[in-house]
């Protein structure tokens, strides 16, 4: 079969197991890990505290430090209440395009890459080239941050990252990251008639919500010069505030969901810093000095740092050759990719499929796509020898 045939049959197979991120990975894991080893490479599988979810880390070539990641993750999104035209879990080709959960996000680029496995071993490769598929990325990139920790362990030291993410091929150099929180305020519930006696956590929520609005604004003034980020600063999102049992009773629990997409991550450490103080010296105080049981707790749900975009960047270079792309961009959307460059490689998000078919009934990946991507893949290959 030529390569492209190799891969939608692959994808087929991926699109199959309904990895979705409330679900386990592990049958899909242990398929890739076959593929992999069948083609000669050291794979390893890196299990969750669960063990119902897995990261598979595999390489070809020598065992050294400078090689090239090819990453993807492995979990789609749900496909509840959502209008399909036929079975996501089976895929289909119609009209030049596969369609199915997860054929462009992002199991295309991950069925390229393993297909492509067998023709990098072929090369007998100088440079190492390593397969890394991820958990959970698409509830808070848990699995690349627990993979990360694995190649630090190990002292593991890839050079560059190539994110599949889809991108419809063009070269994305940078991206902002995504810190979600959820702030619980407790206060203590009494009779409305007698507002004085309680502590009234709805209204401390308001405050706190008026302290991010805050926030919001003086971030603006912290964009980076030449920042090409729209917009070019780090922005603030509340999400919801919820509170509440009647219009009678004062509310002694309040909720509120909200997150900001850092440009740089010292503006994170500003608004978390702000917020501490501003709780611990204004707000915790008064309401303590009603109900001492009173207080303001914040969980966080994810911090995933973004891709800064970087004057040198020897993946961006290499994708931009390999692609003849004349430039590189930045997206909006979050991926991996800054976890990777945390750990001091130079990354770059390229992959099949448009991010406007991501998450929708229907989501397809065109042949026209892949076939590009795997051509990129292609002439990779001789940068490995």
Known sequence: MSLLEDTKALLADLIAYPTVSADSNLALIEHLAQALENAGARVEIWHDLTGTKANLFATLGPDRDGG??????????????????????????????LYGRGTCDMKGFIAAAVSMAPRYAALNPSRPVHFAFTYDEEVG???????????????????????GEPTSMRVIEGHKGCYEYTT??????????????????????????????ELKGALQGRAPAGSRFEPPWTTINTGSLTGGVAHNVIPGKARIEWEMRPVQRMDADFVKAELQHF???????????????AGIETET??????????TENEARDLVMELTGANGADLVPFGTEAG???????????????????????????????????????????????
């Open 68 to 97: 090239i990641v090819l990453s993807g993750h492995s979990d789609v999104v749900p496909v509840t209440d959502q209008d399909w035209t036929s079975d996501p879990f089976v895929m289909e080709e119609r009209d030049g395009r």
């Open 141 to 163: 990139c848990f699995g690349a941050q627990a993979l990360a920790e694995k190649l630090r362990e190990k002292d593991i030291r890839p050079a560059v990252a190539i994110i």
């Open 184 to 213: 619980h305020i407790t206060g203590l519930e009494g009779h409305g008639s007698g507002p004085d006696r309680g502590v009234n956590a709805v209204e401390y929520a308001v405050r706190y919500v008026g302290k991010l609005l």
């Open 279 to 293: 709780c611990v010296h204004d707000l915790i105080p008064t309401m303590r000095s009603v109900h001492p049981g």
């Open 301 to 310: 749900i994810g911090e995933v740092d973004g891709l800064e975009p970087m």
């Open 339 to 385: 976890i990777f460059q945390g750990l001091g490689m130079s990354v770059v998000v390229c992959g099949p499929g448009s991010i406007e078919q991501a998450h929708k009934p229907d989501e397809f990946v065109s042949l026209d796509q892949l076939g590009q991507c795997l051509a990129m893949l292609e002439r990779l290959g001789a940068k490995l020898v």
